[in-house]
C-alpha cells in the first residue's frame, strides 16, 4: 500500500517562502510523476505542478517563476519550493504520484496515490 506523507505547511506572510515535502513509502515511485495539487476553501482541488521520472517539470501558469518542484529518488520524496507567496496561494496542498500526463489546454497529472494535505496560508 503506497502512502505519501505531506509536511511543511504552515503560515506566512505575503512575499514569503515554503517549502512542501512528500515522503512516500510502500514502493518506490521513481518510475512515477510525482506532482502537487491544492484546493482552495470553496473551490475544486486543481493542479500546481508535476516532474516526470524523467525529471520533465510542467506548472501552472499561476505559479510559474514562484513555485519549484524537485524530487530525490533515492529518499522516495518529492519537494515543493514555493517563493514569493501571495494570500491567493493560501490552500490546502496535496501530494500526488501517477503514471501519466494529461494533456489538454494546461498539463495535468493523472493520480493514482493522494497524500492526506498539508494547509498553507499566506496572510497579506
Known amino acids: 500500500q503506497v502512502q505519501l506523507v505531506e509536511s511543511g505547511g504552515g503560515l506566512v506572510q505575503a512575499g514569503g517562502s515554503l517549502r512542501l515535502s512528500c515522503a512516500a513509502s510502500?514502493?518506490?515511485?521513481?518510475?512515477?510523476?510525482m506532482g502537487w495539487f491544492r484546493q482552495a476553501p470553496g473551490k475544486e482541488r486543481e493542479f500546481v505542478c508535476t516532474?516526470?521520472?524523467?525529471?520533465?517539470?510542467y506548472y501552472a501558469d499561476s505559479v510559474k517563476g514562484r513555485f519549484t518542484i524537485s524530487r530525490d529518488n533515492a529518499e522516495n520524496t518529492v519537494y515543493l519550493q514555493m517563493n514569493s507567496l501571495k494570500p491567493e496561494d493560501t490552500a490546502v496542498y496535496y501530494c500526488?504520484?501517477?503514471?501519466?500526463?494529461?494533456?489538454?489546454?494546461?498539463?495535468?497529472?493523472?493520480?493514482?496515490?493522494w497524500g492526506q494535505g498539508t494547509q498553507v496560508t499566506v496572510s497579506s
Open positions: 516532474m516526470t521520472w524523467s525529471r520533465d517539470t
Open positions: 510502500g514502493r518506490t515511485l521513481s518510475s512515477y510523476a
Open positions: 500526488a504520484a501517477g503514471r501519466e500526463l494529461v494533456f489538454g489546454t494546461t498539463v495535468s497529472l493523472k493520480s493514482d496515490y
